[in-house]
């Protein structure tokens, strides 16, 4: 997602003071021509919200985020006189959020739209908010068709593959936490989205793997999607599946998944990505050693 690692490294700085946070809902928006979007930021750590200011930038593949407008405690201030027409924004009263609309949508106004805020620490630094995905299509989002987390056991260790399939755009959150909530880092691999129906349906896996000392926690798959937000927990799936309930078909879905299918096509996917970088860096590690190797082979031919 979403999609400048540098902006939100600054949106969680805090350098021990009061954190400031913008959150944006949703992550993606899909909408057809002609169509208005809205946007919501919502602020944290921020005093006086009212008549503080709120910026709104795109940001599009390749180039630098472009701002378009900002606002205080009046009306919107706008960096050029025809995005009046075409972007709008509000703050709510009596709550530190600000709303962000995009008017009469064309494929021109595709892009990511953050909201920011400038943060006075020994100087000013600009906090920007999660970020939001505008697709233009005609095609209606759907939220996953099937969730699941499938278990295996090792002799030292758990691994838990949460497994979401089915959904459409391709854009989600999807994170680990544990009983307290907080999120998990370590030992997760997170997979890539894939095209799973000639639909142009998506799905994603992600790996978590514990300790034999953590096997009996609980822990959360947690997904954010532009339809829906959902949390599994793991406990739920511990008991070993009956060989009724390992070949099932899903209320709504009429597809019928196995386990074991699930785990190993999964576990094959990320292994095949896996090989891949692993050929590449090879590739590149001879590259160089070759590269260093032939001048002295040439010198020696010359003395």
């Keep these: 997602m979403l999609l400048l690692p540098l902006l939100a490294l600054a949106a969680t700085w805090s350098h021990g003071r009061a954190q400031v946070l913008l959150k944006q809902s949703p992550i993606t928006i899909t909408k057809g021509q002609g169509k208005t979007a809205w946007i919501e930021c919502k602020a944290e750590g921020i005093s006086n919200f009212q008549t503080e200011y709120i910026h709104w930038y795109r940001h599009i593949p390749s180039k630098a985020p472009e701002r378009i407008l900002f606002i205080g405690g009046g009306q919107a201030t706008y960096d050029d006189s025809s995005y009046r027409n ?30 920011a805020y400038w943060q006075l620490w020994d100087a000013y630094v600009k906090i920007f908010g999660t970020g939001t995905k505008l697709i233009v299509s005609s095609k209606v989002s759907s939220q996953p068709a099937h969730s699941e987390i499938l278990q295996k056991n090792h002799e030292n260790e758990t691994t838990y593959v949460c497994l979401i399939e089915k959904f459409y755009p391709e854009v989600i959150r999807v994170t680990w936490t544990d009983e307290a909530h907080k999120e998990v880092t370590d030992n997760v691999v997170q997979g890539d989205p894939w095209k799973a129906t000639e639909e142009g349906e998506y799905s994603i896996s992600t790996w978590l793997t514990v300790s034999a000392a953590n096997k009996d926690k609980n822990y959360h798959c947690k997904y954010e999607h532009e339809s829906k937000e959902h949390s599994l927990q793991t406990q739920e799936f511990n008991k070993p599946p009956s060989w009724e309930e390992d070949c099932s078909t899903y209320p709504g879905n009429s597809t019928v998944f196995n386990r074991d299918h699930l785990m190993h096509r999964t576990a094959y996917l990320v292994y095949i990505v896996l ?29």
């Design 86 to 115: 075409k972007y709008s924004a509000l703050k709510k009263t009596g709550e530190n959020i600000c709303d962000f609309s995009v008017n009469d949508i064309n494929s021109n106004d595709e892009g990511t739209y953050y909201c």
């Design 275 to 303: 090989l891949l970088k692993s050929f590449i860096y090879y590739l590149i590690v001879l590259f160089f050693i070759y590269r260093r190797w032939a001048p002295t082979k040439h010198e020696g031919k010359k003395a």
